[in-house]
């Protein structure tokens, strides 16, 4: 794992368009393989988005950009973690997008990120 870390902003950010897509019902569109895979391809953002088109605005953060790569290395990361105790350690036991937003809290709660040069 590089130290390459993503902005607090860009976390925050991704937490926001996720959290608006659980509360639009879409809180089962992903499965926990569809977050494992994405982030294991570094193409989980253009996932979310191919599965639910014009829910997340993820614009800001294309596919091998420097802020999406340090976004899915601080998910795989914190996946590492908690990968098999998902319901033990975050409550969650189905949803993929609840799943990354608990992925993006433990990033915050870590301390995994930077702040903008």
Request: aromatic content about 10%.
């Amino acid at each position: 794992m590089t130290e390459n870390k993503p902005w607090l902003s860009t976390l925050a950010f991704v937490g926001f368009q996720i959290n608006s897509a659980v509360e639009e019902g879409h809180g089962d569109a992903l499965l926990f393989t569809d977050v494992y895979q994405g982030l294991e391809r570094g193409t989980l953002l253009e996932d979310i988005n191919n599965k639910l088109p014009g829910v997340c605005d993820f614009s800001l953060y294309p596919t091998g950009s420097e802020q999406s790569v340090a976004l899915h290395e601080a998910l795989k990361l914190v996946a590492g973690w908690l990968r098999g105790r998902e319901r033990r350690k975050v409550g969650i036991e189905r949803s993929g997008l609840h799943l990354l937003l608990a992925y993006i809290l433990e990033a915050m709660q870590q301390q995994y990120w930077v702040k903008p040069r």
